[in-house]
């Protein structure tokens, strides 16, 4: 699909332009950035050349400052 949706929101200071890193068990998965806000929720675009693998239902995020 080209885009995640986080399970964080606008209540956690998530913002459009915010870039979270992805990881699963540890290891990098890849990054994403937050292109706009619906209903609250985050819709991320995945960042081909910084993504290794499939970003899976699970993985975790961590915001980039």
């Known amino acids: 699909f080209g885009f995640v949706v986080l399970d ?9 332009g915010d870039f979270f890193s992805v990881t699963r068990a540890g290891e990098p998965v ?8 619906l209903s609250g929720l985050p819709i991320c675009d995945i960042i ?3 993504t290794v693998t499939a970003i899976l239902q699970g993985d975790q ?3 980039l400052k």
């Open 61 to 63: 995020v961590r915001q």
């Open 30 to 37: 890849g990054q994403v950035c937050v292109r706009k806000m």
């Open 8 to 16: 964080l929101g606008a209540p956690d200071g998530v913002r459009p």
């Open 48 to 50: 081909a050349d910084k």
